[in-house]
């Protein structure tokens, strides 16, 4: 079946550290790849996404890489904030719009 | 834009109750999916409506069930509660041509004691 790993947390760094959150993936089929951020209280947003390999998705610094060759899709950022404090999940589709599969989220603290 | 409503934001319920949870979609979004979120299970699939219709359904048991109506609006009902049915229910709707992004709702936190 279709699963998502990533590193369960909690994470904390000081403001301006970097940041790498690590998803690896299996699926059957060929994946679309998305990471979602959950802010205190809120549902969950659309971070990035990549859909085939080698993509780059890209938003608010936050960086990720659709590698097939290792089913990894690791979240980085070069300098968090104190805004980026949150959840962090990693997903899966395999087909359009069907089935969406969560990984178990990486809360991160970024200290002052 | 109205983004995903989902009303109402808590409830409180005792085993055995039965409860219906609402979700207004983006208007245009013609998809709506549900989850369940718990700290335990993390993110779980509950099934997704598309035009009315169910299409794709999740592992839970009958007790769980939905609907869509005819102006993309959802329901979610949840018969003979459990106490393990305590949760925050996501609801998520996408554009008929860009399904792979869904947009979430605030969610529905559940407590049933």
């Known amino acids: 079946g279709n699963s998502v790993t990533q590193m369960e947390g909690p994470v904390t760094l000081s403001e301006e550290a970097f940041l790498t959150i690590n998803c690896t993936y299996t699926a059957t089929g060929y994946p679309s790849l998305f990471w979602y951020v959950q802010y205190p209280g809120e549902g969950l947003q659309l971070l990035l996404k990549a859909t085939k390999a080698d993509d780059k998705g890209s938003n608010k610094g936050f960086e990720a890489t659709y590698r097939k060759e290792t089913t990894s899709f690791h979240l980085e950022k070069g300098s968090v904030q104190v805004s980026d404090s949150a959840v962090y999940f990693c997903?899966?589709?395999?087909?359009?719009?069907?089935?969406?599969?969560f990984g178990p989220g990486t809360r991160l603290s970024v200290l002052p | 834009k109205a983004g995903v409503t989902q009303t109402p934001r808590y409830l409180i319920k005792t085993r055995g109750q039965q409860v219906t949870l609402s979700c207004s979609p983006i208007?245009?979004?013609?998809?709506v999916s549900w989850y369940q979120q718990t700290p335990g299970q993390g993110l779980q699939f509950l099934f997704e409506y598309f035009s009315e219709t169910q299409r794709n359904k999740g592992n839970f048991p009958g007790r769980f069930s939905g609907r869509q109506f005819s102006n993309s609006r959802s329901e979610m009902n949840v018969s003979t509660l459990e106490l393990g049915d305590s949760a925050l229910y996501l609801c998520?709707?996408?554009?008929?041509?860009?399904?792979?992004?869904?947009?979430f709702g605030a969610g529905t936190r559940l407590s049933v004691l």
């Open positions: 208007s245009g979004h013609r998809s």
């Open positions: 998520a709707s996408s554009l008929p041509g860009d399904q792979n992004i869904q947009y």
């Open positions: 997903a899966l589709s395999v087909r359009r719009g069907q089935n969406f599969v």
